[in-house]
Every structure is written in structure tokens, then in C-alpha cells.
T-cell receptor
């Protein structure tokens, strides 16, 4: 599975949009982009995923560049409860167990 | 109600003891996984099961065994616990039938081996 690169940490003001980038320049055509987050030591929480089209759900939006080499997770109105480690993962759909959770981005939402 | 539950949530044990961590799910998923998380090492896959009759080793299976008792239950055993197995353990499920197959995690078990 393709490797991803994320910034180590980011800050965001409460109520503003949080834009978390992810680079995955070696992504293959059949690999999806997944985003999870982990709040403190809780179990990671699935947020959103996509193949090549932009996606939106009740939690976030996912913007994937046309060449698919990078993506951005957008939390439209960040709250203090969104403070967490965010993981960007690239993998094929046939085996979720092949998900590689690296260091992720620590997002701190500040009042 | 939680879809993926783990018991116990916290456990302290001694070196050499046998420990079992249990995972149950009500999501109806066929696939279940066990991960461990250590500071600075991310999540690492221990074992996974695609159905009741299927068990597969992950990247760090040594020192662990698993049992898939039913579609909804997947247990992880440490036959003889050692201190470097002190970690946060997560169970997860997925369903290939869903478009995409995301992982859904339990709340975790914090295991300390003295």
C-alpha cells in the first residue's frame, strides 16, 4: 500500500475550518484514501474515504486532487472536541487489515 | 450502545500469566482484527479473521493466539505474558460488503504486564 505523509501537528481556532493535508504521491489506481481520528487513547474513529471524487458526510469533507497524489480533510466548523490525532491511510479495498496507521497529524482546536 | 465492545478495559497482570482479551460486535461484520498500539509505533496488526473459519497472522503475531468463536466474537490470548506486551489493544471490524470497507474500532484494552 502507498505511503502517506502528514504534518506532525496543526492548530485551528474553534469555529473555523480545519484543513488537514495528506500527501500520497505513490498511490495506485485502485487504492482508496481513508481518514480516521483518535481522540486521546480511545479507539480510532472512521471519518471518511474516497477514491477520486470529492466526498462529504456529516463529519467532514474529503478533497482529492485530480492526480490523486494528495488530499485534504476538511472539518468545516472545528470544535474543541475535534482535538485528536488524524490519520490519513491509503489502501486497496480488499483488506482493511492492511491499513497502516502512522504518526498522523495532531490537531489542536483552540478556543 | 457500542457496536464493538472489548473486555476488560484495563488489566494489570504479572509476567508468565495467561491473559485473554475479548471482543464482541453487533455490526454483523464478517471481518475482525486485533491491533496493538505503542507510543511512537502506531497501530500494528496482530491477527485478523475474515470469517469464523479463517484466521490469519498479522505483522506481530508472535506471543499471541486468537479464537473466532462466532461471527460476533474474536478473542486474543497471551499464553505467557511478558512486559513488552504492555500496550493498548484494539479490536476492529470491517465489512467488505460496504462500499469501501472502513475499520470500526472498539474502545481498547489497556494491558500492563509487570
Amino acid at each position: 500500500d502507498a505511503k502517506t505523509t502528514q504534518p506532525t501537528s496543526m492548530d485551528c481556532a474553534e469555529g473555523r475550518a480545519a484543513n488537514l493535508p495528506c500527501n500520497h504521491s505513490t498511490i495506485s489506481g485502485n487504492e482508496y484514501v481513508y481518514w480516521y481520528r483518535q481522540i486521546h487513547s480511545q479507539g480510532p474513529q472512521y471519518i471518511i474515504h474516497g477514491l477520486k471524487n470529492n466526498e462529504t458526510n456529516e463529519m467532514a469533507s474529503l478533497i482529492i486532487t485530480e492526480d490523486r497524489k494528495s488530499s485534504t480533510l476538511i472539518l468545516p466548523h472545528a470544535t474543541l472536541r475535534d482535538t485528536a490525532v488524524y490519520y490519513c491511510i491509503v489502501r486497496v479495498n480488499t483488506n482493511a487489515g492492511k491499513s497502516t496507521f502512522g504518526d498522523g497529524t495532531t490537531l489542536t482546536v483552540k478556543p | 450502545d457500542a457496536d464493538v465492545t472489548q473486555t476488560p478495559r484495563n488489566r494489570i497482570t504479572k509476567t508468565g500469566k495467561r491473559i485473554m482479551l475479548e471482543c464482541s460486535q453487533t455490526k454483523g461484520h464478517d471481518r475482525m482484527y486485533w491491533y496493538r498500539q505503542d507510543p511512537g509505533l502506531g497501530l500494528r496488526l496482530i491477527y485478523y479473521s475474515f470469517d469464523v473459519k479463517d484466521i490469519n497472522k498479522g505483522e506481530i503475531s508472535d506471543g499471541y493466539s486468537v479464537s473466532r468463536q462466532a461471527q460476533a466474537k474474536f478473542s486474543l490470548s497471551l499464553e505467557s505474558a511478558i512486559p513488552n506486551q504492555t500496550a493498548l489493544y484494539f479490536c476492529a471490524t470491517s465489512d467488505l460488503g460496504l462500499a469501501g470497507g472502513p475499520l470500526f474500532f472498539g474502545p481498547g484494552t489497556r494491558l500492563t504486564v509487570l
